[in-house]
């Protein structure tokens, strides 16, 4: 049989890294790791590397994730997550490849009051949001084969390289610490284990499903205060944690207020996302925590 070749860009983050090593358990296909060393998405020049490898998809995981600095960065976050997005989409193009963007739930503006639906229209809050959005149009518009993918508040084994760890991480050391915990309790999200993400999006792509915008995270959602008092109920630690409002964290950019996404589409492909319970429970598992 032959392989579906698969490149990975943004392979050495904390998406890109899960999809290699669970992509690389599956026989059919043969899958080729661009780290940004080998790839930089700003750079049209440096995606050329693609028309040599001329794979059959390509994941495009590279992305500037830090939410707050785009507030002052607007041209760097643009500059990756929009540019760099139609940069791969002529690319890919060309060599008539599948391209698959990875996008956000912090598209949408929060106001809804419950989960976005893949129809829903997105308004971002914020320059993170709307590079992404804007990354969204160029990958629809210039990828006649194309797949746009919304994750949530991921967590994974590598850590967001961009933000320096990611929010499980980040709460279990503070408690470590011994520091008192202060989480957002206003903000609502579909937490997604990143492990989940890929091993999801290999059954996705053996279905062959019409081109369009998919919602890919683990069902259910919840609050970034209640996330982190279920990570200490599950590891079974005595941690004090005071929930606050956003407002009192004087952070730079908004964030959308309830931004869970519904995976309704790919229901209708009959494919389920674990529950971010046993998400989280998994991937405490794999940190060798539980």
């Known amino acids: 049989m032959e392989q579906v070749k698969i490149a990975v860009i943004g392979a050495g983050g904390q998406l890109g890294s899960d999809i290699v090593e669970v992509f690389n358990e599956v026989p059919s296909f043969k899958v080729i790791p661009l780290t940004h060393k080998d790839v930089d998405v700003t750079d ?8 040599e490898i001329k794979p059959d ?3 495009n995981c590279a992305a500037y994730v830090r ?3 785009a507030e002052i960065y607007a041209e760097e976050a643009f500059n990756v997550n929009a540019v760099g997005a139609l940069n791969v989409a ?3 193009s060309e060599i008539d490849a599948v391209n698959i963007y990875i996008s956000t739930d912090y598209v949408f503006d929060g106001k809804k009051g419950e989960p976005y639906v893949e ?3 997105p308004n971002p809050v914020n320059v993170y949001g709307a590079s ?3 990354g969204e149009i160029f990958t629809r518009n210039y990828s006649p084969k194309h797949y746009v993918i919304r994750v949530a508040a991921l967590y994974g084994k590598a850590g967001a ?3 320096g760890g990611n929010f499980v991480n980040w709460v279990i050391e503070k408690a470590k610490q011994g520091e008192i915990l202060r989480v957002v309790d206003d903000q609502i999200t579909s937490p997604t284990h990143t492990k989940d993400v890929a091993t999801t999006l290999v059954k996705f792509l053996k279905l062959e499903p019409e081109f369009g915008v998919y919602h890919m995270v683990n069902e259910g959602c919840c609050s970034w205060y209640e996330f982190a008092k279920s990570i200490f109920d599950m590891l079974g630690w005595d941690v004090e944690i005071e929930p606050i409002s956003s407002s009192e964290l004087d952070r730079l950019a908004e964030r959308p207020g309830f931004s869970a996404l ?3 589409k790919l229901k209708k492909l009959s494919l389920r996302m674990p529950s971010w319970k046993e998400g989280l429970k998994r991937y405490l598992r794999a940190i060798k925590l539980l």
Not at 44 to 51: E, V
Request: aromatic share 4%.
């Open 44 to 51: 049209l020049k440096s995606l050329t590397i693609l028309k």
């Open 57 to 59: 998809v390509i994941i």
């Open 67 to 69: 939410v707050d600095d």
């Open 90 to 92: 002529k690319v890919v």
């Open 119 to 121: 129809t829903d229209t």
């Open 132 to 134: 992404k959005y804007a």
């Open 161 to 163: 390289s961009g933000k």
């Open 262 to 264: 519904e995976n309704t």
